[in-house]
């Protein structure tokens, strides 16, 4: 039985200190991580550099946003947060339907 996927929009705040990879590099993991939860990657779009609203940490002010747009099943987003809070690429995410 084959699940039904929903398209989810997925809004990345990525943590590039003390990394010598590339924003694109940094984003091809992320990306393999939506295809760990059986996602789909459909779009991305990089939303450029911005200011963080609440930095937790006062050398940290800005930092790279990007938009995904993927195909997943139900509990897709929710796995995918778990892995992303694991691996530590990510700052912040926000997951909604689309």
Known sequence: ???TKRKYKATFIIDT???E????????KVKQDIAAVQGEV???ENLGQRDLT???????????YVQMEFL?????PKQLHERLR????????????A
């Open 1 to 3: 039985m084959t699940q």
């Open 17 to 19: 200190r003390g990394r």
């Open 21 to 28: 990879e590339t924003l694109d590099q940094l984003l091809e």
């Open 42 to 44: 459909v779009s991305v």
């Open 54 to 64: 609440r930095p937790t940490d006062p050398k940290f002010v800005n930092a790279p």
């Open 72 to 76: 997943a099943p139900i509990t897709g």
């Open 86 to 97: 694991l691996n530590q690429i990510v700052y912040r995410a926000m997951f909604e339907k």
